[in-house]
């Protein structure tokens, strides 16, 4: 079946302007997951819902950042007034339940190049 | 809180030769460990895990052990090939809540095979 998937591909955006990044999860995925991959902060993870709820945001790098779902499907992460050290890989991953067993499995990433 | 400490490298093995990348962690609870591969230019894959002390977890000639009473989760291959190329990480994740919801993923080892 369809894996996860997020788009745009690349973004290229200029310093303090807003950015959104999608993610579609693997189809009955209660569980979606948003990380943050840099060359100097390695794979952090920021941010999950399960359904539509995220319960935690305390990962999140600062309130510049944001991030909904709907439908118990498609998320988004908007970051807001972008800086230059937003710049990384943004990855999305999705898992059948959220319990600690469950394998997480992960789109192929939004580059994200603040100018 | 919770962390995954494993050798950054590069590594640098002939082909053929014994592979192993050290994996050691702390966690507040009782992890679920698991070991993720990014081959270049490719997305993030699951490549084996274990759920409980004294799981093997294995997959393509991959094995790794969860040893609780060393806290490590070593990633062992008996013969690697060119193709085994690639970025590997380790990570574990616990129960809900708190902000433990998601991976806590190590620096990531980069492996490289030369024929």
């Known amino acids: 079946g369809a894996g996860v998937s997020q788009s745009p591909s690349n973004k290229v955006t200029e310093k303090g302007k807003d950015v959104e990044l999608r993610c579609d999860p693997i189809?009955?995925?209660?569980?979606l997951y948003w990380y943050r991959q840099s060359l100097g902060q390695g794979l952090e993870f920021l941010i999950y819902?399960?359904?539509?709820?995220?319960?935690?945001k305390s990962g999140l790098p600062s309130d510049r950042f944001s991030a909904e779902r709907t439908g118990g499907s498609v998320s988004t992460l908007t970051i807001q007034r972008t800086q230059q050290e937003d710049s990384a890989v943004y990855l999305c991953?999705?898992?059948?339940?959220?319990?600690?067993?469950?394998?997480?499995?992960f789109g192929p990433g939004t580059r994200l190049t603040v100018t | 809180g919770n962390s995954v400490t494993q050798m950054e490298g590069p590594v640098t093995l002939s082909e053929e030769a014994f592979l192993t990348i050290n994996c050691t962690y702390t966690a507040t609870g009782y992890p679920s460990l698991f070991w993720y591969v990014q081959y270049p230019g490719e997305g993030l894959q699951l490549l084996l895990k274990?759920?409980?002390?004294?799981d093997k977890g294995s997959n393509k000639g991959f094995e790794a052990t969860y040893r609780k009473e060393t806290t490590s989760f070593h990633l062992e291959k008996g013969s690697v090939q060119v193709s085994d190329s690639a970025v590997y990480f380790c990570?574990?994740?616990?129960?809900?809540?708190?902000?433990?919801?998601?991976?806590?993923f190590g620096k990531g080892t980069h492996l490289i095979i030369q024929p």
């Open positions: 819902f399960q359904g539509n709820s995220a319960p935690d």
């Open positions: 991953a999705s898992s059948k339940t959220r319990d600690r067993v469950s394998e997480q499995y």
């Open positions: 189809s009955g995925h209660t569980a």
């Open positions: 274990a759920t409980k002390a004294d």
């Open positions: 990570a574990l994740k616990i129960g809900s809540g708190g902000g433990a919801d998601g991976l806590t």
